[in-house]
């Protein structure tokens, strides 16, 4: 019957074919179990594919629990199936013990079955095994980093920050000669009076000197990488040497990774003209080296799950810089964790608030959790004063309890606990230095889940303004938008495809390759970005409509799978030629009349041609999803809404999606309500990491 019951299940849409298959083949290894176990099976194996790493217990007691968020068609079936299955997680649990396909993380005879119960935590929890023992790793790696407190030269520390950030004083601090904007002292009233905020860069840096892993969180324009660049000046500083401080600069994409380049070399070339003779930046700059992709740096190996580096072959560094944290799955970050030579510094930076990996995980959101107000223990905070001159404010430091009834009520902290080494490793940067206005006030509203009328005075009028959402658009007004933009943002596709036009002379080298860069450069000011990825208002429709446009409008010649001006997007990572899943590229003439059309990659040091019979794995890229745009931005971002994106339409998801546009944003819902319905729906990924 329950073999029946989740065929049907399927039927309706509620399970994958992989999900069923999973089942039966629990079930072949343990004929004896019931229905329960099969189910159990299906379920964990359709909320992995979800993104969660685990499945709670609890969950399997009710049919309609908000984890399974199943289609419509398919809920009166899961009711059906969940009458035949135990109503409490006691039953559960004794259904799963009794199975020999379940593993129970306290006992000590493990037989290397498939499902791991874990029952360490508040939540009894069911997993995968291979996502067990990646949680496991990453949890047991993180622990380990974020207690150690290496030892530090205190009044050099101090003399360094000094000379990066300029004198610490109660009031605005001593300008430095930098082009970076000065970080604003912002007055906080509270209770006890008002202070000056303390600058958090500086704590970052100071928190960077003695630790083994910092986080580093913030929105758009929070001076992330501006601080990463000064912990990269200052650890190179305080290095001991002799051999210079080894340091690696990594993200998940390419485009990713060489923004994070790009940012870091103009912030290292501010700070030439701050610190003098004190350091030589040139050669600092030199000495670091492209950044690359996480596959890249880690040694991915063709078409398997391994890397070149690992416990036994760490990766040759001493300070590991990973951008756009968020991005980093379960698995991923569990090798990158195992690779790292355990005196190496790791500096997390990334925005907590952003979409998740696409994969299983949120390491990101789990490690940062709630961000307690009071993260710092009186030891750090008088470290923190003592090497940057800034005193926190009381509310962000934890004040132990004197009785354990006071204890109890300090409910800030996670299981009513003092704040954990990991949350005393984590700085958020709040202030935008560049990200402001009606896009950055949409953002904060959406982030802040305000109610509707309020959002809509962040939107203009018409679509003159900046920011400017059509809550019953058309696919015309999309196509209108992608060829030619809309009076207030013009920026779209005719842009690069204008530059097509002006093909150099034949042989010059050197013009082709300027050439090429600013044809990448002028697509990448434009962008249109959906929540799903089929229907007409998705990925795959908005592609051939798009295309069919720039056709129609004589900007595009589209013969063919191959023609020149198609941006393409790779799906699958090619380590053997240092292409990953997420890079961009764009299908160009060579240099010579007679040179087949190549497709060109950004590089940090400036393109990369490929042959296109070398790209198995792309797709179209005029529409890519919100998940696939985290790492870039775009002068003018067009958001596009589909009345089907279901669940996928989360708060983090219109976020990530604003959050792309630097000057321009446009959104575009199939039908009124769309922007409120995200709204109301915040992700959420089961996983036994929070709390650390």
Request: proline letters at 7%.
């Amino acid at each position: 019957m329950t073999r029946d019951a989740l065929g049907e299940l399927m039927r309706t849409g509620g399970l994958r074919q992989l999900d069923r298959a999973f089942a039966a083949f629990i079930a072949s290894l343990d004929p004896r179990a019931g229905p329960a176990l099969a189910t159990a099976a299906a379920l964990l194996a359709r909320v992995e594919a979800m993104g969660h790493s685990c499945l709670p217990i609890s969950a399997l007691c009710e049919a309609e629990a908000p984890l399974f968020d199943w289609p419509p068609e398919a809920k009166p079936s899961a009711l059906q199936l969940w009458r035949s299955l135990p109503a409490d997680p006691a039953a559960w649990l004794e259904v799963l013990r009794a199975s020999r396909t379940v593993w129970e993380a306290t006992a000590a005879n493990d037989q290397g079955e498939p499902l791991v119960l874990d029952c360490s935590g508040p939540v009894p929890r069911l997993y995968l095994r291979r996502y067990w023992h990646y949680e496991k790793a990453v949890a047991g790696a993180i622990r380990e980093r974020s207690s150690v407190r290496d030892p530090v030269d205190a009044p050099a520390l101090r003399r360094w920050i000094t000379l990066l950030f300029g004198q610490a004083a109660p009031g605005p601090r001593t300008q430095v000669a930098t082009t970076a904007p000065p970080v604003p002292r912002t007055t906080v009233t509270t209770a006890g009076g008002s202070h000056r905020a303390p600058d958090w860069q500086r704590v970052a840096c100071a928190i960077a000197a003695r630790g083994r892993l910092t986080l580093l969180t913030g929105g758009p324009g929070t001076g992330k990488t501006h601080t990463a660049a000064r912990i990269i000046a200052l650890l190179a500083a305080l290095h001991p040497g002799p051999a210079p401080l080894r340091i690696a600069l990594a993200a998940p994409t390419g485009k990713a990774a060489a923004r994070l380049r790009q940012s870091i070399d103009h912030s290292l070339q501010t700070l030439s003209g701050v610190l003098g003779p004190a350091l030589d930046i040139v050669a600092l700059n030199h000495q670091i080296g492209p950044a690359s992709t996480l596959h890249a740096l880690l040694g991915a190996s063709p078409h398997t799950r391994r890397f070149r580096h690992h416990a036994a072959h760490p990766v040759a560094a001493d300070l590991v810089i990973v951008d756009e944290a968020s991005m980093v799955h379960l698995e991923m970050m569990a090798a990158l964790l195992q690779a790292l030579p355990p005196t190496a510094r790791l500096v997390l930076i990334g925005d907590k608030d952003q979409l998740a990996s696409v994969e299983a995980g949120a390491v990101l959101g789990d490690l940062c959790g709630p961000l307690l107000a009071a993260r710092y223990d009186r030891d750090t905070a008088r470290f923190i004063e003592a090497a940057t001159g800034e005193t926190l404010p009381s509310e962000s430091t934890f004040q132990p309890a004197e009785s354990s009834s006071a204890q109890a009520s300090l409910s800030l902290f996670p299981d009513e606990r003092a704040p954990t080494a990991l949350a005393g490793q984590t700085i958020v940067l709040e202030h935008s230095h560049r990200f402001s206005g009606p896009i950055a006030a949409l953002a904060r509203a959406v982030n802040a889940a305000v109610d509707p009328e309020r959002m809509a005075a962040h939107i203009g009028a018409d679509d003159t303004a900046p920011v400017f959402a059509a809550s019953r658009g058309s696919l015309a007004q999309v196509l209108a938008l992608a060829v030619n933009g809309r009076p207030g943002a013009r920026d779209s596709y005719r842009d690069y495809l204008a530059q097509l036009r002006a093909c150099p002379a034949d042989g010059d080298i050197e013009a082709h390759q300027r050439w090429v860069r600013s044809i990448l450069e002028a697509f990448d000011r434009f962008r249109v970005l959906c929540a799903v990825r089929e229907g007409d208002w998705g990925v795959s429709g908005l592609n051939r409509a798009i295309e069919n446009a720039l056709a129609s409008a004589g900007l595009l010649s589209p013969v063919g799978v191959w023609y020149a001006g198609r941006p393409v997007m790779v799906t699958r990572n090619a380590p053997a030629i240092s292409i990953f899943n997420g890079d961009v590229g764009i299908a160009l003439p060579g240099a010579h009349a007679a040179d087949r059309l190549r497709v060109y990659f950004p590089h940090p040091e400036g393109v990369r041609a490929v042959s296109p019979g070398r790209l198995a794995q792309v797709e179209t890229a005029f529409a890519t999803t919100v998940h696939k745009s985290q790492g870039s931005e775009f002068e003018h971002t067009a958001l596009v809404l589909a009345a089907h994106s279901g669940s996928v339409l989360t708060r983090e998801l219109l976020y990530t999606g604003i959050t792309r546009a630097r000057q321009a944003f446009t959104l575009i819902s199939e039908q009124p309500g769309l922007l409120e319905q995200g709204l109301t729906r915040m992700t959420r990924r089961e996983s036994g990491l929070s709390g650390l």
